[in-house]
């Protein structure tokens, strides 16, 4: 098994960091650094807290559930992989971000399970892949539009899976996208959806996606490694 060491793969990312942001004309201080912890242990994460890391994040309510009874209220909490309706209320009261807002059924599940106002990331499936989940690129702006109903969601931004593949013209064309559409739905100054945010870029694409202006990024094997996973 690899040797996994979280304070020096993490130097290495700020240093990404860094570089996109010089390449691109932005400031680090924009890029908020998620540590994606689905596949390690509690003690693994708890090392990322350690190394500064105050962003942690699980596709799984049962993860969530176990590191955050672990690790607490000294890290932000991110729900990041698909979220079924029925599991809502496992998590709504120790989330702090949902990255996997999908579909109205969910929204309204959130809706009214949540005892304050959720931060929530509309997926949007960029690339138009079946496998992957969230809306289409068209279908984006008018389900925002609907979500005004729903009190306890705020539409804090937009978040984006890439396909995993080499080709950085077209991963830099699905990040571009994403963009698009958040500057489209920010400019109109919706008050339930301020839409600043842009939560996109993992392990292989990240430094792309900075340059994209991903204001959040989504890593887990090269930060903490992936040594549960199966
Ligand atoms: C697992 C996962 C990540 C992190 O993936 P790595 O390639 O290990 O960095 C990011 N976002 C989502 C939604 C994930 O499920």
């Known amino acids: 098994m690899i040797k996994v060491d979280v304070s020096n793969n993490l130097h290495g990312i ?3 960091i860094r570089e996109a942001c010089e390449k691109s004309g932005r ?3 924009e890029v908020k650094l998620i540590a994606v912890t689905k596949y390690v242990t509690i003690e693994r994460a708890k090392e990322a807290v350690e190394n500064g890391i105050k962003d942690l994040g699980e596709n799984r309510p049962e993860g969530l559930l176990e590191k955050k009874n672990a690790i607490g209220d000294e890290a932000t909490w991110h729900f990041i992989g698909t979220l079924q309706s029925r599991k809502v209320k496992e998590i709504i ?3 702090d971000y949902i990255h996997s807002l999908d579909r109205m059924s969910l929204a309204k599940e ?3 399970r949540a005892s304050r106002v959720i931060d929530c990331f509309v997926q949007v499936n960029t690339s138009g892949e079946e496998s992957k989940h969230g809306l289409e690129p068209s279908e984006v702006s008018e389900f925002i539009d ?7 969601i705020r539409v804090a931004g937009l978040m984006t899976m890439a396909p995993n593949i080499e080709d950085e013209t077209e991963l830099r064309n699905y990040f571009r996208k994403l963009k698009e559409l958040r500057d489209e739905i920010s400019n109109r100054h919706l008050s339930h959806a301020p839409c600043m945010f842009l939560s996109m870029g993992m392990s292989n694409d990240y430094k ?5 202006g991903a204001t959040h990024i989504r890593i887990g094997t090269k930060l903490v490694g992936a040594e549960l996973k199966r």
Do not use: G, W
């Not at 609907?146 to 306890?152: I, R």
């Open 14 to 16: 700020e240093q990404d």
């Open 27 to 29: 400031s680090p201080e």
């Open 93 to 95: 009261d120790v989330v």
């Open 110 to 112: 959130i809706n009214k």
């Open 146 to 152: 609907k979500l005004v109903d729903y009190p306890n």
């Open 208 to 212: 792309i996606a900075i340059e994209e």
